[in-house]
Every structure is written in structure tokens, then in C-alpha cells.
């Protein structure tokens, strides 16, 4: 969603492998794929994709016909021919995990080339923003294209004292992994509702709008524009189901049930789907056949390294 000016381009290829963008950690289903779960009312495929196989590791299946029968053999792990929901939800949560640890590997060894049992934050801070030191105050304050370093820098030192469990201001691998991946930790889900606030609320009064819930999906091309029927369906929801007190804002509490609802399995949900979808004989189990009758459904031609999936059999 946001792209980077000419100024920041050699900064930008060290910073975007350790801080995500604004608005990379606050989809709805950020867990299962940074891809958003529905588009212009229709499920979105790249979604179902993503959550199938990994977001590293979904890529174009059509390039490797003999191997497609190979991810069914692993996703069955009793071996009896079917998928059936339990599988199928294990598979999903397992590409996940496996997202998220090889993430956190790879940053750990990028920030911590010593191999010490914890990252200090002046460390951290010196190897992704150091560049600012040298630059114009003035130059920090500046936003460019939506967004400065300046309130990036911010929001990272906040996080990674979320993060920071003891206090130390040094952070463990365990710490590391929440402060990168603070939507798959319990403790951090608070900095999670602060900063989806903050990317959606441009006025800066603390609570959005229904015109910010809807223009974080939703932006017109073309002046009087009449708005799809998705969108009208969308500013429904907001009023019947996510402003709870009707007041006409979404406030942290109304925000943190609609980005992270209580009673809701992410990964359950989207099993439940892929089955719905390709369970030809309504039996609620899938066979070999139905998965590859539906495969461009499961890991179609928008992804982006399956071959790995089919590499690392022995971690699942």
C-alpha cells in the first residue's frame, strides 16, 4: 500500500526486511495472509492461496504438474485418502508457523551477526534508522507517501518496548518474534489495536470514521463515482456490527473485536471454506481428486515459491 521515495531507496532495501510498513501488520487476517479475505463481495483467491500454502511459499503450481499430488500425500496425515477438516486446519496453522519462524530466523541473523542471546535496542535502532542521524530535522518531519521514518522510528521503539517483557530494553528471540510478529502474540495485541488505529484514523482523533473504515478498502477513481454495492454492504456492517454503541466511530474496544475477535479460528475458518469449495460429493472430507479438480483454488498462478512446500516434507 505504500511505496517508498528515490531519497530512501538504499535505507529502504535494509529497513523493509526488518520493519514492516504501517499497514502490513493490521489486516484482519494478517495470520493466515497479508492478502485481504474478501474483494468486491467475492472471496479472494490470493487469500486462499496464501493461507493454503504459506505466503513465501505459494507460488504458480501450473509450473510443477507431476508434483501437485504430493502437498494432498503431506496435508493427509493419516494416510487414509481423505482430508478432512482437522488436516486440513493443521496444514493451514503449519504453513504459518513455518512463515513466521524462518521470518524471525532470518531477521535474528540479520540483526544479530554475533549470535549474542538478545538484541539491544540502540543496536537495532543504529542498523535500520541510523541514516537519520545525518539527516535534516526538518527532513524527518516530512511525510512521503503517507508516511515519514520519523513516526515509523516512533512506533518501533513502542512496540519493541510492548515487546520488551523484562525491561531491559534488550530483546530475547522470544521477545523478537513478538515485536515482528506482534499479531500472533496474546500480549502484544493491545500495540496491534494502537497501531491499526493510527493507519486508519487520518483526522487523529483516536476512533474511525465509517468514511476511514471505508476508505482503508475502498477509494473512488474518479470524482462522483458511484460506490459499488460491496462497499454500500460494508458501510451496513460497520453500523449494525462494528460500532457497537452507535455513536459513529469504531473506539480501541469496538476496533479490537473487529481485528481480533474473541471466538474466531482464523485457520479453522478458512478450512472450512477450502472444503465448502471443492467438496463435490458433500461428504465433508476431500479426496485426491477434488483438491486437484480445485487446485487453482488451493495454490493457483498468483503465488510465489511452492517448491519449496515440496522440498521440506520432512517438517510436517
Known amino acids: 500500500m505504500l511505496q517508498i521515495c528515490v531519497t530512501f531507496i538504499m535505507v529502504t532495501i535494509l529497513a523493509a526486511s526488518a520493519i ?30 496464501e493461507a493454503f500454502l504459506g505466503k513465501e511459499e505459494a507460488k504458480t503450481f501450473d509450473q510443477l504438474p507431476p508434483e501437485r499430488e504430493v502437498i494432498v500425500d503431506k496435508i493427509d496425515a493419516d494416510n487414509d485418502a481423505l482430508v478432512d477438516l482437522a488436516e486440513l486446519k493443521n496444514w493451514i496453522q503449519f504453513t504459518q508457523r513455518r512463515y513466521i519462524e524462518d ?82 502474540s496474546q500480549r502484544m495485541r493491545d500495540v496491534v489495536v494502537t497501531e491499526t488505529i493510527e493507519d486508519i484514523d487520518k483526522n487523529g482523533d483516536g476512533k474511525v470514521s465509517v468514511d476511514e473504515y471505508i476508505g482503508d478498502m475502498y477509494r473512488a477513481s474518479e470524482d462522483g463515482e458511484e460506490e459499488p454495492e460491496w462497499v454500500k454492504n460494508e458501510r451496513e456492517t460497520f453500523a449494525k456490527y462494528r460500532d457497537k454503541d452507535a455513536d459513529g466511530f469504531l473506539n480501541s474496544e469496538e476496533v479490537r473485536e473487529w481485528i481480533i475477535p474473541a471466538d474466531f479460528d482464523h485457520a479453522e475458518a478458512e478450512a472450512r471454506h477450502l472444503i465448502y469449495e471443492a467438496d463435490t460429493d458433500a461428504d465433508e472430507k476431500l479426496t485426491k481428486d477434488e483438491i486437484l479438480d480445485k487446485y487453482d483454488l488451493f495454490v493457483g498462478s498468483q503465488a510465489t515459491d511452492f517448491g519449496e512446500a515440496l522440498t521440506r516434507h520432512d517438517e510436517f
Open 103 to 184: 521470518d524471525v530466523e532470518r531477521q535474528w541473523k540479520q540483526h544479530n551477526p554475533s549470535g549474542n542471546e538478545t538484541i539491544p535496542w540502540e543496536a537495532y535502532r543504529k542498523a535500520v534508522y541510523g541514516f537519520m542521524d545525518d539527516m535534516d530535522p526538518r527532513d524527518l518531519d516530512r511525510e512521503n507517501e503517507g508516511f515519514s521514518y520519523k513516526a515509523m522510528l516512533t512506533r518501533d521503539r513502542r512496540r519493541w518496548s510492548f515487546a520488551d517483557k523484562d525491561g531491559d530494553d534488550h530483546l530475547s528471540r522470544k521477545e523478537f518474534t513478538d515485536f515482528l510478529h506482534p499479531e500472533d
Open 20 to 49: 514492516p510498513k504501517p499497514e502490513e501488520k493490521r489486516v484482519v487476517d494478517y495470520d493466515l495472509s497479508d492478502a485481504q479475505h474478501f474483494q468486491n463481495e467475492q472471496h479472494n483467491t490470493q487469500y486462499d492461496h
